[in-house]
């Protein structure tokens, strides 16, 4: 049974199901079993989500970590051109997000309206992830397509409060911001 399952996999009518399908439900030994049959990657929701997305908007280590594992590109991009990252920066999933910058995310990449996932962690007061981010180099000057820069985001949006709570956590000083 888990052989035909694998190789329908492999078709590409076919893969849009099983893999975002296991993600949602976080059936960790499944995934892993249909994993090792090294099916195609990334089949995608009927929301057009990879299984990528999916894990990381369960806030699921385990899928999330196997998807890794098995090749999947954790640049890829769902139909609203977010990137997994980004998707952990709006939910706030801190180790979903340092487990996807560990494995070589980019930082910068500009999604839906021009956002990075930074902008995305400061417009939803996500205060964890934009540490994250911060450290891991992200940049706070990249502008979206309102011109309004990252660090200028949370302002706008949730007030000095997240931008306090970042200062104090040393990443950034009151005056840089």
Aim: charged share 20%; net charge positive.
């Amino acid at each position: 049974m888990t052989r035909l399952v694998a190789h329908e996999t492999h078709l590409p009518s076919l893969s849009k199901a099983y893999l975002p399908l296991l993600a949602e439900a976080c059936l960790h030994e499944t995934m892993s079993l249909l994993l090792s049959f090294n099916p195609a990657l990334p089949g995608r929701s009927e929301d057009g989500e990879t299984a990528l997305h999916i894990a990381a908007r369960k806030n699921c280590l385990t899928c999330l970590r196997q998807l890794i594992g098995s090749g999947i590109d954790v640049d890829c991009e769902n139909s609203r051109g977010w990137t997994a990252l980004m998707v952990a920066a709006r939910y706030g999933h801190v180790e979903v997000a340092d487990e996807l910058i560990r494995a070589g995310a980019r930082l910068d990449v500009r999604g839906f309206h021009g956002w990075t996932a930074l902008h995305v962690a400061f417009r939803h007061g996500q205060t964890g992830v934009a540490c994250s981010l911060i450290d891991a180099g992200a940049n706070m000057n990249m502008v979206d397509n309102d011109h309004i820069k990252a660090r200028e985001a949370c302002c706008r949006r949730r007030g000095w409060g997240i931008v306090s709570q970042i200062c104090r956590h040393g990443l950034v000083s009151a005056k840089s911001v």
